[in-house]
């Protein structure tokens, strides 16, 4: 995990320091400053250091706790990520619980029933949900939701003027958009991946045992097929993390959603390199986590892969 | 005579292809009386194992149907019943274990969890006093320090130990038929052995009768009373061991007598192994007539034109060939 964390930054920061753009590109346009105090300010930032310097100079300053200062914002990173970061959590979060909430009982039903009625709509709305991306979608709802049918805000609002329960709700109504959004397009890839599983494992020879053993269908697909068919399931959901990584980065585009999805583009856009650097690498953080938790729900699903 | 445990008449069981209709079983009349052994013999292929799993309807519909018969159960024709029924039956009156102890056991589950299920089920006992009936079962099969190894999953045990497990959870409900379906074809010969005195084993203490799935001669001639032969889907010949072993009357079984390996006759002179020549023909869209016509050493035109009904030549000597 520690050395995979180390290449990622090492190759982020590469490409970053060869990126073209300047944070100081405003500074240099502007007369009134003069190019001395420009160029005291590069070296005070130390950026016409060659790379390797600088990435130990980051690496240090990381391990220290210390996550850059951003040019733009006038403020610490770790302060600016930290403001972001629970709403990005939160969306994430809640659109993998319904993808999964979704995928799970209408793949295994679809799966249990093979080329029925149930089995050639959810086929037939799995493909349209992942045939279309999240910007389309995104639009879609906004379309309908919020300018036909004004039922909820499309835009993301983090200060919410309103206590208690109002104040929950409000933060709900919002986030239910962009939620779905994501939600749905992960539902629908899972669902088809869940009814192919389903289906493999159905076929195998223990569940004709489970089977003969007269115990009634119903638990002979929950006990006996759903624990096999998710091992692979639960691959797909970690090696997709970054693809929805990336979608929530559009998504919270279009709904403006503060998190560091917006975040990383803003900054990006202006050339804040040390916030882009720290985003980035708090996303490859999380991917490589949720890995590892993947790598744990496999060994509680599955006792042939031990750990010891 | 009291009526047979097990009556299967004129059974058909068919599958729906895209290719047309597989007759994998067509037309099977067997019987089994309590404590007995029954040996289904024949090539692979023939519909033993279609017709050992339609006992139990463990067959997926569709594809596959029931075309026409009848499976009596102590008098009791299992056909029409719905699921629930059968599920009373299933584990607690039949009891079936397969070919495959490498794939027959789910893998995420230990093995006491996975008898203790059938237990808690028929019996009607706690998780804990099911957990303590595993374990005596899997005493029974003789699976060392059984109070541990309850607690194992199966890819800890070896392929002859999981068919024990097999055996153990099949036993668990004392069920009064034990199908098995080539239970020893996938063991290695030394193990095979095992397996098979086991079953005579439990047959002994539970005085339940055993329908005996093999491709295997030499084993039906060691454990079982009487014998069906299975040619593509149909009954060819049914016999009492020794009859069968002592005077095959069809081609078929003459063919699969001689293609046994035995070490008294081969040293020296005649080296070489019979066996029959060709394959066991399409079941889909049979031809009409005797369906070993193809490969019969004796074929004459009559055999092409209709099939040969099984009739008695001896007493519980049946067999279908017009010779």
New interface residues.
């Given amino acids: 995990m520690i050395p995979s964390l180390l290449g990622i930054s090492l190759v982020l920061f590469t490409v970053l320091a060869m990126a073209p753009g300047d944070p100081f590109e405003e500074l240099a346009t502007n007369p009134a400053v003069p190019p001395e105090v420009r160029a005291a300010l590069r070296a005070k930032f130390g950026l016409d250091d060659p790379v390797w310097t600088r990435y130990l100079h980051w690496l240090v300053a990381m391990i220290h706790g210390d996550w850059g200062f951003s040019f733009v914002s006038r403020m610490d990173v770790d302060k600016l990520i930290l403001q972001r970061l629970p709403v990005t959590l939160i969306v994430i979060g809640s659109s993998q619980i319904i993808a999964m909430l979704v995928a799970l009982p209408v793949g295994v039903l679809a799966a249990t029933r093979p080329y029925s009625l149930f089995d050639q709509v959810a086929n037939t709305l799995a493909f349209v949900g992942f045939s279309l991306p999240t910007f389309f979608t995104g639009l879609l709802f906004i379309l309908v939701f919020s300018i036909q049918l004004d039922w909820l805000p499309f835009v993301y609002r983090a200060n919410i003027d309103a206590t208690g329960w109002q104040f929950y709700w409000e933060h709900i109504k919002q986030s239910i958009m962009p939620v779905m959004v994501l939600g749905l397009f992960q539902g629908a890839s899972l669902v088809r991946f869940v009814r192919s599983s389903v289906l493999d494992v159905i076929k195998?020879?223990?569940v004709?045992?489970?089977?003969?053993?007269?115990?009634?269908?119903r638990k002979v697909i929950t006990k006996?097929v759903v624990?096999?068919a998710l091992i692979p399931v639960v691959t797909l959901v970690a090696l997709q993390l970054p693809i929805v990584f990336g979608g929530a980065i559009v998504t919270e585009q279009i709904f403006r959603v503060p998190g560091i999805g917006s975040l990383l583009i803003s900054s990006m856009l202006s050339n804040d390199t040390p916030v882009v650097m720290a985003v980035t690498f708090v996303i490859a953080c999380l991917v490589v986590f949720f890995n590892l938790l993947a790598d744990i729900i496999y060994g509680w699903?599955?006792?042939?892969i031990s750990y010891r | 005579m009291a009526e047979p445990l097990l009556d299967i008449r004129g059974l058909k069981t068919w599958f729906k292809t895209d290719d047309g209709m597989v007759r994998a079983v067509d037309g099977v009349s067997l019987s089994i009386d309590r404590g007995e052994t029954l040996g289904v013999v024949g090539e692979s292929g023939c519909g033993k194992t279609v017709t050992a799993r339609s006992v139990l309807k463990l067959i997926d519909m569709p594809p596959g149907r029931f075309e026409a018969g009848q499976i009596l159960w102590q008098g009791r024709d299992l056909i029409p019943l719905d699921e629930t029924e059968m599920n009373k039956i299933r584990a607690r009156e039949i009891a079936i274990i397969f070919q495959e102890p490498m794939t027959s056991l789910n893998p995420v589950y230990t093995v006491g969890d996975q008898i203790a299920e059938v237990i808690e089920l028929h019996q009607k006992l706690s998780r804990k006093q099911a957990m303590v009936g595993a374990a005596d079962m899997l005493k029974l099969v003789n699976i060392p320090n059984p109070e541990r190894r309850v607690h194992d999953y199966p890819h800890q045990f070896s392929g002859g130990m999981r068919q024990r497990v097999m055996i153990a959870m099949a036993l668990s409900c004392q069920p009064k038929l034990l199908i098995a379906d080539e239970p020893t074809t996938a063991l290695d010969v030394t193990i095979q052995a095992q397996i098979l005195e086991l079953m005579q084993e439990m047959k002994e203490r539970f005085g339940m009768a055993i329908m005996l799935i093999t491709h295997a001669m030499g084993v039906v001639a060691e454990t079982t009373q009487r014998v069906v032969v299975m040619y593509a889907g149909k009954v060819v010949e049914e016999a009492p061991v020794g009859a069968l072993f002592g005077d095959p009357r069809h081609p078929y079984t003459q063919g699969l007598i001689r293609s046994i390996p035995r070490v008294d006759r081969s040293a020296g002179r005649q080296a070489r192994l019979e066996s029959i020549p060709g394959t066991v023909p399409s079941l889909l869209d049979p031809p009409p007539g005797c369906r070993f016509a193809a490969r019969c050493r004796y074929v004459m035109p009559a055999c092409t034109q209709a099939i040969p009904p099984l009739k008695e030549v001896a007493p519980g000597h049946k067999v279908a060939c017009i010779l």
């Fill in positions: 195998l020879d223990y004709t045992t489970a089977r003969s053993k007269g115990i009634g269908e006996h624990r096999n699903l599955d006792p042939r």
